[in-house]
């Protein structure tokens, strides 16, 4: 299997949809249990390298960890939580995929209410793994609702850049900016998250009233 199959498997099996909602803490982010491919339904060209890090080019995830990480992700979406987070632990013990692990473990225990704990298992994960876009997105949107702001506007930056066409992270992102009183900047990533998020719309509307 090649490396570009694989990475879009594991974004695949990670990654969701952040709801169209405001930075509160009783939302839920990018959703790793429901299935989507992250960013828009698209499978990433090869010669767009920064979707694929340096890091994954010298240590891919192994068909072990991709394999644990997938039957994770169905125990989850059949509601056997119990039974998925405990498969997300034993994939931690495979180095290659730890980071994916742990982020999808944020989202479980994020979704439950638990933002600290949800929040160490990301800056955890982003740590080990700086070049999954899903993670820093998560981590950006949590920090925002957090409102630290310059900390969450970084991770939105990060992963801007691995995925640039990601509108959930602009939108996401311009949240922070208008937190931060940078209305200009906000409507910006607002338009290009217009593309496929009405609240982005609305919310554009606002601000640029």
Request: hydrophobic share 45%; glycine share 6%; with cysteine.
């Amino acid at each position: 299997m090649s490396l570009i199959t694989r990475s879009v498997l594991i974004f695949t099996i990670l990654s969701g949809a952040l709801v169209g909602q405001p930075l509160t803490a009783q939302q839920t982010m990018l959703d790793a249990s429901n299935g989507q491919i992250l960013a828009r339904p698209r499978v990433h060209d090869p010669n767009e390298r920064g979707t694929i890090s340096v890091q994954e080019l010298q240590d891919p995830p192994s068909n072990r960890g991709m394999r644990m990480l997938d039957k994770a992700k169905q125990l989850i979406a059949r509601g056997e939580i119990a039974r998925g987070m405990e498969q997300l632990r034993a994939a931690q013990r495979e180095t290659s995929v730890e980071a994916y692990a742990l982020g999808m473990q944020a989202t479980e225990h994020f979704k439950r209410g638990d933002l600290d704990t949800a929040m160490l298992e990301l800056e955890t994960a982003v740590a080990l793994r700086p070049g999954i876009a899903v993670n820093q997105s998560n981590l950006a949107y949590m920090l925002g609702v957090k409102r630290r702001n310059e900390e969450a506007l970084a991770h939105a930056k990060a992963a801007l850049r691995l995925d640039p066409a990601h509108c959930k992270t602009r939108y996401v992102m311009a949240q922070i900016l208008l937190q931060m009183g940078r209305t200009e900047e906000a409507a910006f990533h607002l338009r290009k998250a217009a593309e496929e998020i009405p609240e982005a719309r609305a919310l554009l509307s606002r601000v640029m009233q």
